[in-house]
């Protein structure tokens, strides 16, 4: 065939190649297997027959990349049109599906030409398909990519193996409601962000190619639609409708509200909605957190009934490019913030709640619970695993319908319980804060591992109840947000900390009362040594009673009050629902801080000085048989001995083994007390100053208890 025959024919084949058909001279090579996915996702390969003229080979070789674009591309939108790549992937290819067909149109018009045109050649349909395929080429070079990262051409290198198990929940979930089109966890997906993400950074990488910059903002435009519906849906009514997991929020439906009933824990608000930190679209990474805690609001808001979600949203932005984008998302934010903050602090009176809560955990205004404590004090003094908990609970709930206590009138007491805590508190501490410290996860641990922790240490001895008592609080949702369960374990320190201080209290001043009422105590000996030794008793008793309520006004009224007041200062200028979760959190953290309950060398130093003082107040009635028993002239009248038998002498041996037993207990007290001044000095300076106010007085209490014993022992 001469040339022109050869146009003809070449022109002829090429409008069908250039459709994805093979032709009578252009055929596919014999490698191309059509009915492989793989292959068609590449696109064909062709071969010419031989003997065509160089300059026509030259040039339908260079056609003839634009039916390999076109092939791929076609073969692309229907693999990304399935039903698993989300609908971003289905708007993408939607967008993309018009631009083929527009190519078709095209071809079409070039088949008039060739039909009805003599003047029609290979060089104008080279021409003409430029800008055509250029178009095309940034088609097949971004699906390219996006097959790329769905790892159906090329494997790429798995840079975190664990990324792929991200919605396994969801696969779960999906598996047992019988859709069978659930993708298995663990294969690459690129939808939603990531393909949005995609576009974007291929749109920046393009803006000096003005065709190639109209083309991608017209597919991001087109793309981002279905997403920014998600968008609008979660900022304006906190609901996610994304079945194919490609929105950048993540909602853990495991995850229920009517978990949160029955054990209210922080795990709803902090992991039931979360960032996918890969899958966040570039327009939003700036806002990403917004975003968030927007949605996260009025999910809150909505589940108390307060969000309209049949109501239409209107005059929203529906793509990435509309002006009023951020705008959207900034004013949807606010709204969801006052709107929760609202439902909070009046709706739901958080600040009423806070203050119940003080009156129980903190024993402010407490007449019903020292009432509680003298009515339930013959229960409270077995072991902890013995006590009836149901009676304790009876007792407790007759102390808080008192009349005229302040417990009487609060609307919340149905949600106070008692309950028992196996662990002694210092030693759980102890653990917590060698193990850890006193940062959100060990403080997220809930009062079930306390009996886990008393298994381990079956050598221990049993705590009374006294000392294993605790009180728990029912909180209703929303307010189960703000005060969860790691706040409420808080709570429950300080509580046991105060209770062991108040105990204390009440058993030292016991003591007094016996020291001042009992014969033994009250009459006076005949022998020196014995009135010098009950005035060292006397005196260690006192100093002890000063220690212990020093340390208790010095936690209630200048750690907790203050810090109190600084809280509802707060509340009422907080401007997010995060900030007073914060400053609730940061509250509770900062009294155990000043409390000395997070440091384990003070907490050592406590537990000595509390131990002692408990002994040496339980044992006064062991004391006062041992002082009879040195000094017989010191027994009540009536258990004297009887009339004409002997009187039985003073015993200067029961004298010595009292002055050391007492000794001991002195030099216990001293040398620990004083090692507590060194500390709160050292951690006055260093860490918390609010300790040199209790480091003062414990100073002057014991200068002048030292002066005081000095002048014992001088007479």
């Not at 022109?11 to 793989?38: A, C, H």
């Not at 903050?341 to 009156?359: N, Q």
């Not at 000094?631 to 038998?645: I, V």
Request: net charge negative; charged share 25%; aromatic share 8%.
């Amino acid at each position: 065939m001469d040339v022109e025959m050869q146009e003809a024919a070449i022109l002829e084949d090429l409008l069908f190649v250039l459709m994805g058909i093979e032709g009578q001279y252009i055929r596919f090579q014999e490698d191309y297997n059509p009915s492989d996915e793989k292959e068609r996702l590449l696109g064909p390969r062709f071969k010419i027959a031989s003997g065509l003229d160089p300059s026509l080979r030259d040039l339908t070789k260079t056609v003839l990349k634009m039916a390999t674009y076109y092939a791929a591309v076609d073969a692309f939108v229907e693999v990304q049109s399935r039903e698993e790549f989300g609908v971003v992937n289905h708007a993408l290819s939607a967008a993309i599906r018009k631009l083929l067909q527009d190519y078709l149109v095209l071809i079409g018009q070039f088949e008039h030409s060739f039909l009805t045109s003599p003047s029609f050649t290979l060089h104008m349909l080279h021409l003409h398909t430029m800008p055509t395929a250029n178009i095309l080429y940034q088609l097949y070079s971004l699906a390219k990519e996006i097959l790329k990262k769905n790892a159906m051409l090329e494997d790429e290198e798995d840079d975190d193996s664990m990324d792929g198990f991200d919605d396994a929940d969801n696969f779960i979930e999906q598996f047992i409601a019988g859709n069978d089109g659930a993708k298995l966890p663990g294969s690459k997906i690129c939808r939603g962000g990531s393909v949005l993400s995609l576009l974007t950074q291929r749109l920046a990488s393009m803006a000096g190619d003005p065709a190639a910059k109209a083309l991608l903002s017209s597919l991001l435009r087109e793309a981002s639609r279905p997403y920014m519906n998600m968008l609008n849906e979660w900022l304006h009514r906190g609901v996610i409708h994304d079945p194919h997991s490609e929105f950048l929020i993540k909602e853990a439906k495991s995850i229920k509200r009517e978990r949160l009933e029955e054990d209210y824990t922080d795990e709803y608000w902090e992991k039931r909605y979360t960032i996918r930190l890969d899958d966040v679209p570039p327009q939003l990474e700036a806002v990403k957190d917004k975003v968030l805690l927007a949605g996260k609001y009025l999910n809150v808001v909505r589940e108390c009934g307060g969000v309209d979600v049949s109501k239409e949203m209107v005059d929203v932005p529906r793509t990435f490019e509309d002006s009023k984008f951020l705008d959207n998302v900034n004013s949807a934010y606010a709204h969801a913030n006052t709107s929760l903050l609202e439902l909070l602090l009046t709706t739901h009176a958080l600040p009423a709640r806070l203050r119940s809560l003080k009156h129980y955990f903190f024993l402010d205004r407490a007449d019903f619970f020292q009432y509680f404590m003298d009515i339930s004090n013959s229960e409270l003094s077995k072991v902890a695993k013995k006590i009836n908990i149901n009676k304790l609970q009876s007792l407790f709930d007759l102390a808080l319908r008192q009349p005229g206590s302040i417990a009487a009138s609060d609307p919340y007491k149905e949600d106070v319980k008692v309950q028992m805590n196996e662990v002694d508190l210092t030693k759980w501490l102890m653990r917590v804060v060698s193990v850890s410290g006193m940062d959100e996860n060990a403080m997220n641990m809930d009062t079930t591992s306390h009996g886990a922790a008393a298994a381990t240490s079956q050598d221990e001895k049993p705590i009374t109840g006294h000392y294993a008592l605790e009180l728990d609080y029912k909180v209703p949702f929303p307010l189960s947000l703000v005060i969860s369960r790691k706040t409420v374990l808080r709570y429950q320190l300080l509580f046991r900390h105060l209770l062991t201080l108040r105990h204390l209290e009440g058993l030292l001043s016991q003591s007094w009362k016996e020291h001042t009422t009992v014969y033994t105590w009250k009459h006076r000996s005949k022998y020196p040594q014995v009135e010098r030794w009950k005035r060292r008793a006397w005196n260690l008793r006192a100093r002890m009673l000063v220690f212990v309520q020093q340390l208790l006004y010095f936690c209630t009224m200048e750690v907790i009050e203050p810090n109190w007041a600084k809280l509802m200062k707060r509340l009422d200028e907080v401007k997010t629902v995060d900030q007073l979760m914060q400053h609730h959190v940061d509250f509770l953290d900062t009294c155990l801080k000043e409390c000395m309950l997070t440091n384990s060398k003070l907490l050592k130093i406590h537990a000595k000085l509390l131990t002692t003082c408990g002994m040496f107040s339980s044992y006064t009635s062991h004391l006062s048989r041992s002082l009879i028993a040195a000094d017989p002239e010191l027994a009540a009248p009536s258990a004297k001995f009887e009339e004409g038998a002997e009187a039985p002498q003073f015993d200067p041996e029961n004298m010595v083994k009292l002055n050391e037993n007492l000794g001991k207990y002195e030099h216990n007290f001293g040398r620990h007390l004083k090692i507590l001044l060194d500390a709160l000095n050292y951690f006055a300076a260093t860490e918390t100053v609010v300790l040199l106010s209790l480091c003062a007085r414990l100073q002057m209490a014991q200068s002048r208890n030292e002066s005081e014993a000095e002048q014992v022992v001088a007479t």
